[in-house]
């Protein structure tokens, strides 16, 4: 396994892979790896011959009031994992090398970026379209993988890749849940045991949902109130938003349409969490 450091090894890596008829496959991260990547580089691993993971906490996607130096980076173990994962290039850049002096260009979406997760994180999305820009223009994939727990964001990404022509397959990976159904985040680490068994209600307010609306229910509203007592319900838990929406524009839905997604975010304690669910009817 390769590591590196700077844009032009990634291209030289890249370009002898792709010389001898390799497809190549891109998981970008911000390290502190846990098993919900690792499952997005074994998909990755299945569609392509060369995979590259990028580790690169983007300082772009936070804003002041949150705590860029504190976000854990275990690189040493991030690389062991991906020694045993496979992967075949890790791209781990320093800030000025993504971002040199005079940085001024961002890529900016209209409309997906401007509610739920984005409400409570203004500038948030316009450094993820950017970071996820120029990584995918650094490794030049055929495929990327996103892992669906991060759904406002795999949309995002899915509309910037086609509105702006870029030559990339997206790939969505299910999100990986413990065996009580909670959603794997690095955030877990953070909740108490108690804080733990509360933090299951977010799990619960989606199957509630998706329960009800495929038992034939079409008043949203009152299943979004459900959905959000639900969680408010359990010691600990205060919920952010209670999403019903079209899962490619994210706009809330007055009633149920064949696919749809179902979006929590919640405090529970200090630690936020956010959780979906994709409901088929
Ligand atoms: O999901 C993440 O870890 C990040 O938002 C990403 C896509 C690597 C961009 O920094």
Redesign the pocket.
Known sequence: MQVVKTVSDVREAVAIARDGGERIGCV????ALHAG?MSLVEDCRERSDFVVL?I???PT?FSPTEDLSKYPRPLEDDLAKCREADVDLVFTPEVPMLYPQGFETYVELQHIPNRLEGAHRPTHFR??AT??TK?FNIVQPDVAC??QK?YQ?QTL?RRMVRDLDMPVEIVVCPTVRERDGLALSSRNVYLSESERRSALSLYASLQLAQERIQSGETDLHAIRTAMHDLMASREYVSPDYVSLADPNTLDELDTPVPHMVALVAARVGKTRLIDNLVIEL
């Open positions: 970008p991260t911000m390290g990547h990028t690169f906490v983007n996607q450094g993820v970071i996820v990584l996103f892992g991060d964001q990404i």
